[in-house]
Each structure stands twice: as structure tokens, then as C-alpha cells.
């Protein structure tokens, strides 16, 4: 057997699998000790505020996957 | 608590949601693995999206959120973080997994293991192994929901009652309608859940602070217990390599009633659609830990963390509430442990009996179904009435096998050369360390044991399937068709599979 690995074959793939990267990284060590302070933004811990901001990226990032895939026609 | 409204609108959510999963056949039969298994692969994006949000919102959401809230802080977001990785997850693997099964027929994970390395042998081991993690937490959810019910009746329904009662209400439209039951009782559970978590959430905040903002719960949390805010937590136990590591044991923890989800799907495209918006279903947790947060202060002196929710509720807010609480908290364990015995009796069937008693497709549809029985009543209720103390290291080492089973899938969706006694090896390597530093030496050095397993079966994999002969070509390229459709990318240039 030849072939290696599956991995991205177009330049919108590997955006989307960066941004897949990007998105776990943001929700785990290092990143999150940036935002590990005691202090409130829009009246809820920075921790919370961070975590559901990675959780709406994570909606945004699937959207966009979306288009990608319907645009490519393939699944 | 002496109203009988918490009890009377706590019984009747059971005997809607034993309506509604009872009138989910619409007279079909149930006797094939397709229909009963997988609901006939028919499943729309609104019910797959409410089906996967209330089956990975159990009771923890309910009681062990808040309660980790109450004791440790805001370590407890580390849950709505890695549900929503499992929604990119499903996103990238759902549809794949889903083409599999319509186009080999699979209804289970292991069915697709079993073929990707033609090994029924592999295929078994892996659904009785998955058997005992979601046993396990099936046990766990019941406790739960017979907790609920003792709490609701004032101590009229003991847990033993409790027990009995919840699984024969599960078993009679599991039996009956199947994957069906659990896809129409989960939407009806998910929409419950979210009004009854906000309702409760907002009441709570507005009798603890006189507003409906959140800011004032936080706000004397700053002043007094500050602690609470950051990591490693008011325990001290939630360090940063614990919450990455956790995050991403779960996030390759693939459980079996999730790849029957993705599977009962009516096409891969409803697949991602509901993965896609599955993130914004965990806004349903916020309100129950904020309320946990209220309980620091409101009840500092609480005997078990995750009670705070029901003591509170019963503390300061009207009768209707503690009944919807009640419903809300029940429907949370229930449509998290029904797919887990569901899934539990369809793999056993199709994937251990099937091939042993070499039975015809036929009567495995018949035996997928029967066998809820023995799994709930003899297995099942006896371990939640006895409540073992080891339940809940019996769960963890569950949980920690699942991610164990990740070179299984490597060899599924991204590698080729993946062979099965290389998954084999890694899977026990993997285990083996996983047991032992979950049993042992708890999590060393504040890693998850189940990343510490990771870390030896990968290499054993990889080294052991380079060494060992690789699965029949005409096999991996029909998988490789759908994993990888546009190819490979090898050495900086694109391959055809």
C-alpha cells in the first residue's frame, strides 16, 4: 500500500482543517491560561465569556466548512 | 416537601414521553436492524440535532455541573468546550460514517470495524469492551433518574422503586419503536431540558439577587470567593494539563450511540447541518451552573456538591418549578442512558451473537430487541439499586477504553497501511496503562490516564501495523472511496485512491 496519509487536496480544505487546529488550541493549554483571570467581562468570569466564544467559532467554522463542501458538490 | 405538584408534573413528563415514543413506530415493524437499529437511516436535521443535544446532556448537566460549580468554579466549562469539539468532530467524521453504513450496511461501530479489518474477532472485542463503559453510564443515569423521583415524591418512590420504574417506561417504547423512540422522546427531552435549565436559572438569579442578571452572582463572587473563577479551582485539582488532556480524551472518545445517531441520519448533508448548530444547545448549561455559583454563598454548607440545584430549587423557588426541575432533571438522565442500552443490545446482537451463533439477519433484528430486556433488568437495575462504589471507576476506565480505540479509526479515515493486529496492540497497550493509571496512580502528573494511554498505543500502533500485513487492498480502497474521496495527498503531490 502506497499511499500514506489523508490529508487536506485544495487550499479551502487546508484552511478549514487550520482552522479546525486553531479552534481546539484556542480551548486548551496554552491559550486558556491567557484568559485565566479573575475578572468580569459582561458581568460573567473571562473563562466563561472565552469558553462560549469557542463555542460560537466553532458554529461559524462548521458554516463556512458548509459552503465549502456544498460548493465542491462532493461529501 | 409536602405539595404533590413536583411529583404529579414530574410523572407526567414520563407518561408524555412514554406517548411519545410509543406512537414513534407509526406501524412499522421493528424487527430489522435497519428499522429498529437505525431508524430506516430517516432521521431529519432538527430531530438528529435535538437527538445528539439531549443524548450528551445526562444528569450531569442537571446535578454534577452545578455541583462541580459549587466546589470548584468555572473548571466545570471544560464540558461545554469539549461538546462542542465533538460537534466538529461530527461534522468531519459523521457523514463518512454515515455513506459506510448506507453503502456496507452497517448498523453498529463495530460492524464497521469488524469489515474495515476483517476481523469479526476485532469487531466483538470491541463492542463488549464499549459494553462496559456504556453500561456503566447507562447505571449511572438511572441512578439519577430513581434520585429524581425519591426527591420529587418526598421519599414515597424509593430508589429500589425508582430504579424499576424508569427502566420499564424506557424498555416499553424502546421495545416497541427503537431507535425511533429514542429520536422523537430525545427532541421532545432537548426542547424540555432548555426551557426548564433557563426558567430555573433565571428564577434562581432573580430570587438570589433581586435581577435577572448574571453579573450579580459573579459580581459577589469576585468580592468573596475569587477562586472560584480561575483554574486549577476552588479544589486546587483542575490544572491546566488536566483540562487540556480531558478535553481531548473526550473529544476522541467515539461511544457507539453516537456513530447510531450519525447513522440514522437520512442523508450525510442532515449530518452536518445539525452538527453545525450542535454548539448553540450549550447555552443550556450556563443557567444550571450559574445556580451552582448562587450556592456557594446561599447554601455554604451543602453535604453532596451536586444536590445544590435541588436544594436551592426547593429552597426558594415555587412548587412548579421544583416539578419542572424534577421533569427536566429526569429527562436529561433518561434520554442519555436510553441510547446507551439501546446501542448496548444492537451491538451485542449483530456484533458478538450474530457471529458466534452464526444467526440469520432476521432473527438478530428480533434478538436486538429482546435482549433490552435482560441488559436493563438483569444487569442494569441490579448495579443502580446497589449503587457499587466502583461504579464510577468502572465508568472512567470505560471511558478511557473508548479513546483507547482511536487507532481503529486512524486506520478508518486517515491511514491505509493501518492493519489489525496493529489496532489490536495499540488498543491493549493503550488499555492496559489507562487502567492502570486510572486504578493505581491516579492521572500522574495531573494528565488524563486515558491521553497517558494514548501516548504508548499510537506508537505500538503504528509500529506493529508496519510490521504486520495490512488489510485486503480491494477492501481499504473501498473505504478509502469515502474517507478520503479526492484522494491522498503523498509526498507534496495528490494520489488517486
Not at chain 2, 467524521?93 to 470495524?113: D, L, Y
Not at chain 2, 462504589?389 to 483507547?404: D, E, N, P, R, Y
Request: charged residues 10%; proline residues 5%; positive net charge.
Amino acid at each position: 500500500m502506497e499511499r500514506l496519509l489523508v490529508l487536506p487536496t485544495s487550499r479551502a480544505g487546508w484552511g478549514l482543517f487550520i482552522a479546525f487546529v486553531v479552534l481546539v488550541l484556542a480551548g486548551t493549554w496554552p491559550v486558556i491560561g491567557w484568559v485565566n483571570r479573575a475578572t468580569l467581562v459582561m458581568g460573567l468570569p473571562l473563562l466563561v465569556v472565552w469558553s462560549y466564544l469557542v463555542i460560537f467559532a466553532c458554529v461559524v467554522v462548521m458554516l463556512i466548512g458548509n459552503r465549502i463542501v456544498e460548493r465542491d458538490d462532493h461529501e | 416537601m409536602n405539595s404533590p405538584w413536583p411529583l404529579l408534573i414530574t410523572l407526567t413528563y414520563v407518561a408524555i414521553a412514554m406517548v411519545i415514543g410509543l406512537r414513534a413506530r407509526a406501524g412499522r415493524s421493528m424487527n430489522s436492524l435497519e428499522e429498529w437499529g437505525v431508524a430506516g437511516r430517516s432521521m431529519g436535521p432538527v430531530t438528529l440535532y435535538l437527538l445528539i443535544a439531549a443524548g450528551s446532556v445526562s444528569a450531569y448537566t442537571f446535578m454534577g455541573a452545578p455541583g462541580w460549580a459549587y466546589s470548584k468554579g468555572v473548571a466545570v466549562f471544560y464540558v461545554a468546550i469539549y461538546l462542542s469539539y465533538l460537534a466538529l468532530v461530527a461534522w468531519y467524521f459523521g457523514p463518512k460514517v454515515w455513506q459506510f453504513g448506507e453503502q456496507f450496511g452497517h448498523v453498529t461501530q463495530a460492524s464497521a470495524i469488524s469489515d474495515r479489518y476483517q476481523s469479526p474477532a476485532l469487531g466483538a472485542l470491541a463492542a463488549l469492551v464499549m459494553a462496559i463503559g456504556s453500561i456503566a453510564y447507562a447505571v449511572l443515569q438511572t441512578i439519577g433518574s430513581a434520585y429524581i423521583l425519591f426527591v420529587m415524591s418526598g421519599g414515597l418512590i424509593p430508589i429500589w422503586l425508582g430504579v424499576v420504574l424508569v427502566l420499564a417506561c424506557i424498555a416499553v417504547y424502546l421495545y416497541a419503536s427503537g431507535q425511533r423512540a429514542i429520536g422523537r422522546t430525545n427532541a421532545f427531552q432537548g426542547v424540555l431540558m432548555l426551557i426548564v435549565a433557563w426558567a430555573v436559572g433565571l428564577w434562581a438569579v432573580h430570587s438570589a439577587t433581586g435581577g435577572l442578571s448574571f453579573a450579580g452572582v459573579f459580581e459577589r463572587i469576585q468580592a468573596e470567593h475569587s477562586e472560584f473563577l480561575t483554574l486549577p479551582g476552588a479544589g486546587g485539582d483542575m490544572s491546566f494539563s488536566f483540562w487540556t488532556t480531558s478535553i481531548i480524551v473526550s473529544m476522541f472518545s467515539f461511544m457507539p450511540p453516537v456513530w447510531t445517531q450519525w447513522m440514522s441520519a437520512s442523508s450525510a448533508r442532515t449530518i452536518r447541518r445539525s452538527a453545525t448548530w450542535l454548539p448553540t444547545y450549550y447555552v443550556v448549561i450556563l443557567p444550571m451552573v450559574v445556580v451552582g455559583f448562587i450556592g456557594i454563598f446561599s447554601l455554604p454548607e451543602l453535604a453532596r456538591a451536586d444536590t445544590v440545584v435541588l436544594e436551592y430549587a426547593m429552597q426558594h423557588l415555587p412548587v412548579v418549578l421544583v416539578g419542572l426541575l424534577g421533569a427536566g432533571t429526569l429527562a436529561a438522565s433518561m434520554s442519555s442512558s436510553e441510547p446507551f442500552i439501546h446501542s448496548v443490545s444492537l451491538s451485542l446482537s449483530k456484533d458478538v451473537l450474530q457471529p458466534v451463533l452464526k444467526l440469520s439477519d432476521g432473527v438478530t433484528g428480533k434478538l436486538a430487541r429482546l435482549l433490552i430486556l435482560p441488559i436493563m433488568f438483569l444487569v442494569v437495575a441490579p448495579l443502580a439499586i446497589a449503587e457499587p462504589g466502583s461504579l464510577v471507576m468502572i465508568l472512567l476506565v470505560g471511558l478511557g477504553f473508548a479513546s483507547q480505540v482511536l487507532p481503529a479509526f486512524i486506520g478508518m479515515f486517515f491511514w491505509p497501511r493501518a492493519s489489525r493486529l496493529g489496532v489490536m496492540a495499540g488498543i491493549v497497550a493503550g488499555f492496559l496503562i489507562t487502567v492502570a493509571f486510572t486504578t493505581l496512580w491516579p492521572h500522574p502528573m495531573g494528565i488524563h490516564a486515558g491521553f497517558w494511554g494514548l501516548m504508548l498505543n499510537l506508537p505500538v500502533f503504528v509500529a506493529v501495523s508496519l510490521i504486520t500485513p495490512a488489510t485486503h487492498a480491494e477492501v481499504v480502497e473501498r473505504f478509502f472511496r469515502i474517507a478520503a474521496p479526492r484522494g491522498f495527498t503523498q509526498r507534496g503531490r495528490r494520489a488517486a485512491v
